[in-house]
């Protein structure tokens, strides 16, 4: 028995060379410091963040004051143990919402309960588990479970977020893994893919090497079964460079393909491969005419921190670029997104304080495409930014780091919303591909202000006050108060 309990505690388990999730707060400290010029040796548009990277991030390191307890509690969470070859740490954590208000996704109280499990093995193998279990999926970020009938102590859905297998080492990380890609210049809302989306199976392979980093992944984002069973995958290369101390860029392609009953398309499997090359050449398993093609989009991302207190990023997605006389004189537009933010970060008596200001648009046509199935969407979210389609916002306000254990941030900001928003219709196709008034049709014009604060007494314990005032045209108001409480516990095993 006692062998049966060691090993499942093994196979759950905890690895520095692990994805940070954006859902845990280590992934907002490094966010942070990245605004303050720290840590830009490990910075990367291709996140999510990884823990090992981080070990000597805040050492020997100027930095404000105010941000004392915050790095402390960074660094707890990067013990590493003794030198035995395995080492591992669990959470075992809940969490704890009440929202009342108009306009939210849900009302009243609903909590959940999660679990993070790591593992490694010889600093090179590992593997980590990340399950949650909810009263109401619609008080989870980015969570697809499905509700059951039957409750269990009032909880009635569960889903794994994240689960990886691999191997890394000084030059090479493979995995095969069900999780999500967050590619851009941007901390969590990415243009074409984010940390906003629903998790999907994939394999990935990265090399890294010096300066250099090169990423390729391949996966499976789901099956739609309304008219017949049209299986949907998603393949993405990237290829970045960073001086290691303040400038980072890349240049990656994301392809979306599907079909009635298609199978893993190998011609995508060639990580050196373009899309162009692969469509245009016929080399894919279904063409024809009644076949449209897959949906690809290419982006460039930029991040730089120009002086030590002021930080520009952005990202340029072109999803159709008009180069040809005759589509131009048909009035075909080009198809883009693009996203801006500056910031700006200082000291003012002993408080931390982030000014920022951000910029994101993406046109009616991007990420849609002349099959609906292949337009960037699963399991009924979108996979980049959170906006949408047809859509554009802009965000203005601070961020305050107290010493006493509390950040607080506000926003202002309006966003407008046309009719060809892909939030929408996910699958929908386009009919037509001709210039239309941006944002198109009815445009939903909305001004909102959103207010969070959260304390951290301990490492392990948050408390939360989110409040959201969101002025629409179309009467799609929101206006509520949100309370949160979240904790969990932590252990540390070594064999």
């Not at 697809?144 to 409750?151: A, E, V």
């Not at 398309?265 to 093609?293: C, F, K, S």
């Not at 990420?367 to 916002?393: A, I, K, Q, W």
Request: with cysteine; proline share 3%; glycine share 8%.
């Amino acid at each position: 028995m006692l062998k049966i309990i060691s090993w499942f505690i093994i196979l759950f388990t905890f690895i520095h060379t692990q994805d940070i999730s954006p859902d845990y707060w280590q992934s907002q400290y490094l966010h942070i410091s990245q605004d303050y010029g720290l840590g830009w040796e490990t910075n990367t548009t291709y996140k999510p963040f990884r823990w090992e990277k981080h070990f000597d991030t805040f050492k020997n390191r100027e930095y404000p004051a105010a941000l004392d307890w915050l790095f402390e509690y960074f660094d707890k969470e990067l013990f590493s143990g003794d030198d035995k070859p395995v080492q591992s740490k669990v959470w075992l954590g809940g969490g704890a919402d009440y929202l009342q208000g108009q306009g939210g996704s849900y009302s009243g109280l609903e909590y959940s309960l999660y679990g993070y499990f790591q593992l490694r093995y010889k600093k090179r193998a590992y593997l980590h588990y990340y399950p949650r279990l909810t009263t109401n999926p619609e008080s989870q970020p980015h969570y697809t479970g499905i509700p059951r009938d039957i409750r269990r102590l009032g909880l009635n859905s569960g889903a794994v977020d994240m689960s990886v297998i691999g191997y890394h080492n000084d030059l090479l990380t493979v995995e095969v893994a069900r999780g999500r890609q967050n590619w851009g210049s941007d901390y969590v809302d990415n243009l074409a893919l984010s940390a906003h989306s629903a998790a999907y199976d994939y394999g990935l392979l990265e090399l890294h090497y010096k300066r250099v980093k090169a990423r390729y992944f391949h996966g499976f984002l789901e099956t739609i079964w309304n008219d017949g069973d049209y299986n949907r995958y998603i393949t993405g290369r990237g290829l970045e460079y960073s001086n290691g101390t303040n400038f980072v860029i890349s240049a990656s392609e994301v392809v979306i393909y599907s079909g009635l009953d298609r199978p893993l398309d190998v011609a995508y499997l060639n990580p050196l491969l373009l899309h162009l090359d692969v469509e245009l050449n016929n080399r894919t398993n279904r063409a024809g005419t009644e076949y449209d093609g897959a949906n690809a989009i290419w982006q460039l991302s930029v991040d730089w921190l120009a002086l030590r207190k002021l930080r520009v990023s952005g990202s340029l997605v072109i999803d159709e670029f008009q180069f040809d006389e005759a589509d131009l004189e048909q009035g075909r537009p080009h198809s883009l997104a693009y996203q801006l933010r500056v910031a700006y970060s200082t000291v003012i008596y002993k408080t931390a304080v982030t000014y920022f200001a951000k910029y994101t648009r993406v046109d009616t046509y991007t990420f849609r495409h002349s099959d609906g199935y292949n337009n960037f969407v699963s399991r009924g979210l979108p996979l980049g930014s959170e906006l949408g389609s047809d859509t554009d916002r802009w965000i203005i306000g601070f961020r305050s780091i107290f010493p006493f254990r509390v950040i607080s941030e506000i926003q202002f900001g309006v966003t407008r919303s046309g009719e060809g928003n892909i939030l929408d219709d996910n699958y929908s196709a386009y009919e037509q591909f001709t210039s239309v008034p941006f944002p198109s049709g009815v445009v939903d014009n909305t001004r909102f202000v959103d207010w969070c604060v959260s304390y951290r007494p301990k490492r392990t314990l948050e408390f939360e006050l989110t409040f959201r005032y969101a002025d629409s045209s179309l009467d799609n108001n929101q206006n509520y108060i949100l309370l949160s409480c979240n904790g969990y516990w932590p252990f540390h095993f070594s064999y």
